[in-house]
């Protein structure tokens, strides 16, 4: 996968948007390979539109509720990215599946909570702990029509220790989940990567 310089990415966010942050962060130093031309969102209201407007950046909210069902609001959010061209879009924290009508257009770029394929779904932080494990950690994958089931780009390792509580745990792994998602957007800007089957290979410059 060839990516130009910068890429231009689409961030989609549905919550407080500390991924989103980190992503414009990272975007805004000078000399990193990507730009973020736009923030969209599932909801109003939420802090990840407002650190978009604080960098005046443009944002965009598509809502289920607006449209009478799930293809249609992803046909809709799929115009609504397109109108902004990316290179790549991001999921950061976005909560809601895309559908076959936006992943047909666009290269997803997603994080999950857990090395997967161990514990996919939305509850991954959870389901480690309930089952004992002693290292879980974050995955950065390209997104497919599964839930959580796309080539895996990148992954670290985060050790459970002994006390941990599920929000404990979940804010070690999101420290690390921020810093390898711009890690690999970085590398992904400056070389592309190769995807045979399943394995990713990234190419560096």
Not at 40 to 61: H, K, M, Q, W
Not at 150 to 172: M, S, W
Request: glycine share 10%.
């Amino acid at each position: 996968m060839d990516l130009p310089t910068p890429v231009k990415l689409v961030v989609l966010a549905s919550g407080s948007g500390t991924l989103l942050q980190a992503v414009l962060d990272a975007t805004g130093r000078s000399g990193f390979p990507a730009k973020v031309v736009a923030v969209g969102a599932d909801r109003t209201g939420i802090e990840a539109l407002t650190r978009a407007e604080r960098v005046s950046i443009p944002s965009f909210t598509v809502r289920v509720a607006d449209h009478p069902d799930r293809a249609a609001w992803d046909k809709a959010l799929a115009e609504a990215v397109g109108a902004y061209q990316p290179d790549l879009v991001v999921s950061a924290g976005f909560m809601k599946i895309l559908g076959s009508e936006f992943l047909g257009r666009f290269t997803v770029v997603n994080t999950h909570p857990a090395l997967l394929p161990s514990f996919p779904g939305m509850h991954a932080v959870r389901d480690a702990l309930e089952a004992g494990v002693k290292v879980t950690g974050s995955t950065v994958h390209f997104a497919d029509a599964g839930v959580d089931t796309g080539p895996i780009i990148a992954q670290e390792a985060v050790v459970v220790e002994h006390d941990d509580t599920e929000d404990v745990l979940h804010e070690r792994i999101k420290a690390v989940e921020r810093r390898l998602l711009v890690e690999t957007i970085e590398r992904l800007g400056r070389g592309g990567c190769t995807v045979d089957g399943r394995k990713v290979t990234f190419r560096e410059h």
